[in-house]
C-alpha cells in the first residue's frame, strides 16, 4: 500500500486523464483529478464535439440544395446562429456532467482549481496539498496566436464557439486542420471565406495528391484559398477589421480567425520544483513508456506533441495505467494511426502517404480513382470524391488508405482495422464490393496509376 494520500493524482481531465483516472480506479487504485477549466478537455468543449456539430450544421444548405435534383422544394431556408449555439452548448453541458458522473461513480476524488507540483510527490491544489505515489500530466495545449501590430483584433478557435453572432466576412489564418475545418465551417454556414496561410500548400504532412484535390474542391464552394500569403497587420475600422497582407494588398473583413497551432499548457504547472524537463518545443519530455524525466511522474495527451488525438490520448492513458498498475509495462504503436479532417469535403487517412511510403519502403504501386458519387448524379453538384490506396511492391502489402469525399472518416475507420492486420492487395481485390456505394471503390481498383 502507498504512504501517500493517493496511488495516483492526474493533473488535467481531458479525455486521456479521465480514462486512466477511470481505468486506474476499477483496479482498486486510490485516485484523485484536478482540473482548473472544464471535464472533458479540449475535444469536448472547444474541439472534436462542438466543431463536428458546427460542421453539420454547415453541410445543410448545400443539401437544401441538392435536394431540388430529387423533386424537394424546401424553399428558402434560414439560419440562425444562436439557435446552433445555444443547442451546441446544451449538448456540452451535458457531456460535462457524463465525465463527472463517471469519474464520481468510478470513485476519483475530483478537485476543482489550478494544480502544480510542488515537488515530485506533491500538488497543490487552491490552498490544500496532497501527495501522491504516482502523478499523472494530462493538461493538454491552448491555442497560440503570434503577436504582430493590431493581434489583439483576433480570435481563436476557442473564442469561434462563443461568438454571438455569425460574422459575415471572415479571414482564417492557418494551414492545419483546424484552420481548414473552420474555413469550411464558416463557408457553409454563409459567411464569405478568405484563408490564408504561408506556406505553399496546407495540410502538410498528409498524402499530397489528396491535399491538391481539395485545393480545387474548396473553392468550388467558394471558400477564396491564399497560399505564400500572411498578415503583417490588422486595423480596426468603423465598417470592421482592415487585414493588410505581406504582399501590400488588404482584406476587409467582420472577424479573423487565427488557427495557427497550440502550445501545451504547461505555464505555472511547477516542473521545474520537480524537476521535469521539457523538449524543445516546450513539450513534456517522455521516454517510449510516458515516464518524464522524473521516474514516478507520467504525461500523456497534446502536453506531450507526437500525434495530437482524442484516441492517442485515450491510449496513451491506457497504457499508463497497465503500466503503472498491472505489470505490463506498454507502449501506442504509431505506425497505422487513423485519423480525419472534417474539412468540405472531408478527409479521412490511415497510414503512409504516396510520398512518406516512397521514402520507406522505395518500390510501391499507387490506385487512385477519382469520381463522382451516385448522389451527385442528379444535382448540379460537381464534388469530386478521391480515393487512393498506396502497396509496397515488395509483400503486396496495403500500406496507406486515404480518401477525401462524404463520410471519408466512417470509411476509413473499417479499412484501419484492415491495413493494421497487414491485409495485401490481394485481399482487397479478393473482397466483394458494396454496391451501389462509393466505398467498393478500395476493392475494384486493379491498375495502379503509378
Not at 282 to 310: C, K, M, P, R, W
Not at 402 to 430: C, N, W, Y
Request: proline content about 3%; hydrophobic content about 40%; glycine content about 10%.
Amino acid at each position: 500500500m502507498s504512504d501517500h494520500q493517493y496511488d495516483l493524482f492526474v493533473i488535467g481531465a481531458g479525455s486521456g486523464g479521465v480514462r486512466a483516472a477511470r481505468m486506474a480506479a476499477q483496479l482498486g487504485v486510490k485516485v484523485a483529478v484536478a482540473e482548473d477549466h472544464y471535464l472533458g478537455g479540449t475535444c469536448v468543449n472547444v474541439g472534436c464535439v462542438p466543431k463536428k456539430l458546427l460542421v453539420y450544421a454547415s453541410h445543410f444548405d448545400e443539401l437544401f440544395r441538392d435536394a431540388t435534383g430529387f423533386g424537394w422544394d424546401v424553399g428558402a431556408p434560414v439560419f440562425d446562429w444562436s439557435t446552433l449555439i445555444r443547442n451546441k452548448d446544451r449538448e456540452i453541458d451535458r457531456l460535462n456532467g457524463v465525465y463527472g458522473r463517471l469519474l464520481e461513480q468510478a470513485g476519483v476524488a475530483l478537485y476543482r482549481g489550478h494544480a502544480r507540483l510542488l515537488d515530485s510527490h506533491t500538488v497543490q491544489v487552491g490552498n490544500d496539498r496532497y501527495s501522491a505515489r504516482h502523478i499523472l500530466l494530462a493538461t493538454g495545449g491552448w491555442p497560440w496566436v503570434p503577436t504582430f501590430p493590431g493581434s489583439e483584433h483576433v480570435i481563436n478557435s476557442n473564442d469561434l464557439f462563443r461568438l454571438e453572432q455569425l460574422p459575415q466576412r471572415v479571414v482564417v489564418v492557418g494551414g492545419g486542420y483546424i484552420a481548414v475545418e473552420f474555413a469550411g465551417v464558416l463557408n457553409g454556414l454563409g459567411a464569405e471565406t478568405h484563408l490564408l496561410y504561408r506556406g505553399e500548400l496546407f495540410l502538410r504532412g498528409f498524402d499530397r495528391e489528396v491535399r491538391e484535390q481539395l485545393v480545387e474542391e474548396m473553392q468550388k464552394k467558394g471558400i477564396k484559398l491564399q497560399f505564400h500569403q500572411e498578415v503583417v497587420r490588422i486595423d480596426k475600422e468603423e465598417q470592421g477589421l482592415r487585414v493588410t497582407l505581406r504582399d501590400g494588398s488588404v482584406l476587409c473583413c467582420d472577424c479573423v480567425l487565427y488557427a495557427t497551432g497550440r502550445k501545451p499548457r504547461v505555464a505555472e504547472l511547477g516542473l521545474d520544483a520537480a524537476d521535469v524537463r521539457l523538449t524543445e518545443t516546450g513539450h513534456i519530455a517522455v521516454d517510449e513508456f510516458y515516464q518524464t524525466s522524473v521516474s514516478n511522474i507520467y504525461a500523456i495527451g497534446d502536453v506531450i506533441g507526437g500525434i495530437e488525438l482524442t484516441p492517442m490520448a485515450l491510449a496513451q492513458g491506457m497504457a499508463v495505467v497497465k503500466t503503472l498498475f498491472q505489470e505490463q509495462p506498454t507502449r501506442v504503436d504509431t505506425e497505422f494511426v487513423p485519423t480525419a479532417i472534417f474539412s468540405q469535403p472531408s478527409i479521412a487517412t490511415v497510414g503512409y502517404s504516396e510520398e512518406r511510403a516512397r521514402e520507406r519502403f522505395g518500390d510501391i504501386a499507387v490506385f487512385s480513382a477519382r469520381f463522382t458519387q451516385l448522389k451527385h448524379t442528379l444535382t448540379d453538384n460537381s464534388e469530386k470524391t478521391l480515393m487512393k490506396l498506396v502497396v509496397d511492391k515488395a509483400t503486396d502489402r496495403v500500406v496507406g488508405a486515404h480518401m477525401m469525399g462524404p463520410e471519408a472518416g466512417e470509411i476509413i475507420q473499417g479499412l484501419a482495422v484492415a491495413i493494421r492486420a497487414g491485409a495485401t492487395k490481394a485481399h482487397f481485390d479478393s473482397t466483394l464490393g458494396i454496391h451501389p456505394t462509393a466505398a467498393e471503390e478500395f476493392v475494384t481498383m486493379r491498375t495502379p496509376v503509378r
